[in-house]
């Protein structure tokens, strides 16, 4: 027998304007538990925007959002609040409190709402989440002080501190060197096989690869593509292909380099 | 022609949407200080940031205001004989206005524009956002916060204000104008009535709260990366000094219909 768990996220046929712009267009997509759901997209295709809905800072003007089944898009602020207790997310730019030390930057939720642990529990669970990134000599630093790969894992700490049972990570690769790439890449591995549910939003192809059970992939605001890592590898859609290997593309459609390099690329293509 | 009234309208909708957003801001922040929960270290931090923070101007601005008000009053009066009374011109001048009006303009300087640099700081960067991740209402730990300690330190911060230009006044009087300290006290105090004291504690509350909430709203309604911290800093500077001067004009109609 055949048996689906119920989904842990699921997105109905959402649509979202903000301001005079339509953002997304009858969105559907599902998140299983235990499973890393990652969607790529190019930028501004609308992939922060589904994490962002996911977590109530954004309301959607049709369709409907489900977190273990509960539909939050017609919850006041003050009930998303006992919602996102169960979600964590790890921002773009981290967005550490610039004004907490990373110590108190990852037990912040704890110290917040968790009153039933004691100050030495918090702290335990404080330094096993540093641990777990790598970072548990830096607990009394400032985030000014942290590099921009550690500020990424100080927020990945932060996310798991919270022991949230979902992450939603945006771009959690962006800008960083390929060690950090590496090791945060590895991290959401880890939690992976922990059984953290996951969303994972990316435009880095490789990265994709390595930590999703499902790929969703999202163009100008519209779902074009729902499957495996193998099956969009495959896929023989155009756009797909366009985006997973930009070389394969006629070459007047490539962005020209400007200046002496255009000038010697364009001299190089016609010898 | 039509394209000048479809401006017109569009920018009145803009107003209304602005005054709607305020509005709703405040009356959030002000249920946010009487509910739960309350952030304590939160709020005594604001409180030494605003307090202590802004003694040093404040004293400042008194003890000149003071000062350069006797040499002024002293001209003004000399010819009737009068010099005698420049603390009375002082005393009430400084507790009805001057003291009310120029400590929220030095304070919304420092303290509003901090405010707002702060929050905008913090919109800019998803940091406000990462507050309503982390299950934290935003509005309740900045804004209601620094509404409490605002309208706790301002209040005090201008009666340190109206005692340091009554002292600077006194200085003046004693080493340039040879008024006696006993004349310069009785007169200073014998011209003060309950009202004069009462309207100079109620100016400072509502000046907190135009300094609290247009940094708040300035902060919060923040877009546009930095340059749009620097233009909401300009903004709160700019809407709360123009606020504090009409809204004491209307304050000082109002006590004056119904005390005097």
């Not at chain 2, 009202?195 to 509502?206: A, E, N, R, S, T």
């Not at chain 2, 309604?221 to 709360?240: A, D, P």
Request: glycine share 8%.
């Amino acid at each position: 027998m055949n048996e689906t768990k119920p989904s842990m996220i699921t997105l109905d046929h959402v649509w979202l304007t903000l301001g005079d712009r339509l953002i997304l267009k009858d969105v559907s997509l599902d998140v299983q538990p235990g499973k890393t759901r990652v969607i790529l997209g190019g930028s501004g295709s609308g992939k922060t925007t589904i994490l962002r809905l996911i977590l109530g800072l954004y309301r959607a003007d049709r369709g409907s959002i489900r977190i273990e089944g509960q539909e939050i898009s017609h919850l006041a602020e003050r009930e998303m609040f006992r919602i996102r207790q169960e979600m964590a997310m790890v921002f773009q730019n981290a967005a550490l409190f610039d004004s907490l030390t990373v110590r108190e930057n990852v037990g912040y939720r704890l110290w917040e709402h968790g009153r039933l642990l004691s100050d030495e529990q918090i702290e335990q669970t404080v330094q096993e989440s540093l641990k777990f990134v790598g970072l548990e000599d830096t607990p009394e630093k400032m985030p000014a002080e942290l590099s921009g790969g550690m500020r990424k894992r100080v927020g990945i700490a932060r996310a798991l501190a919270s022991g949230a049972k979902v992450l939603l990570y945006d771009e959690p690769t962006a800008g960083l060197d390929p060690i950090n790439t590496c090791m945060v890449s590895r991290l959401i591995q880890k939690l992976k096989t922990k059984g953290v549910t996951q969303v994972v939003v990316t435009h880095d192809l490789e990265t994709a690869y390595q930590v999703a059970d499902h790929i969703v992939m999202i163009i100008k605001g519209r779902v074009l593509f729902d499957g495996t890592p193998d099956e969009i590898r495959h896929s023989g859609n155009p756009a797909i292909r366009e985006f997973l290997d930009p070389g394969s593309m006629p070459s007047e459609w490539r962005p020209q380099p400007k200046g002496d390099e255009g000038v010697a690329r364009q001299q190089a293509d016609l010898l | 022609m039509i394209s000048a009234s479809f401006n017109i309208k569009s920018k009145l909708i803009g107003y209304v949407l602005v005054v709607q957003e305020f509005t709703f801001l405040c009356a959030q922040t002000v249920a946010g200080l009487v509910r739960p929960p309350w952030y304590v270290r939160e709020t005594v931090i604001q409180l030494d940031r605003i307090g202590v923070g802004s003694l040093f101007i404040v004293v400042l601005t008194g003890l000149f205001t003071g000062m350069v008000l006797a040499l002024q009053g002293a001209v003004q009066l000399e010819p009737y004989g009068a010099t005698i009374y420049v603390s009375s011109l002082i005393s009430t001048s400084v507790v009805r206005e001057l003291g009310p009006v120029l400590a929220a303009l030095m304070i919304a300087g420092r303290v509003g524009t901090g405010i707002a640099s702060e929050i905008a700081s913090m919109q800019v960067t998803e940091q406000i956002d990462a507050l309503r991740a982390e299950g934290t209402d935003p509005i309740q730990k900045l804004a209601a916060t620094r509404l409490a300690a605002c309208l706790l330190m301002i209040p005090i911060l201008t009666i340190i204000t109206n005692t340091i230009a009554i002292l600077g006044g006194w200085l003046v009087a004693r080493l340039y104008l040879a008024i006696d300290s006993y004349f310069y006290w009785t007169w200073a105090f014998e011209a003060l009535h309950a009202h004069d004291l009462i309207l100079g504690l109620v100016k400072p509350i509502v000046f907190a709260f135009i300094i609290a909430m247009v940094g708040c709203y300035a902060g919060f309604y923040t877009s546009g990366g930095t340059v749009g911290v620097g233009l909401s800093t300009t903004r709160s500077m700019v809407s709360s000094s123009i606020l504090i001067l009409m809204s004491d004009f209307f304050i000082t109609k109002l006590f004056m219909a119904y005390s005097w």
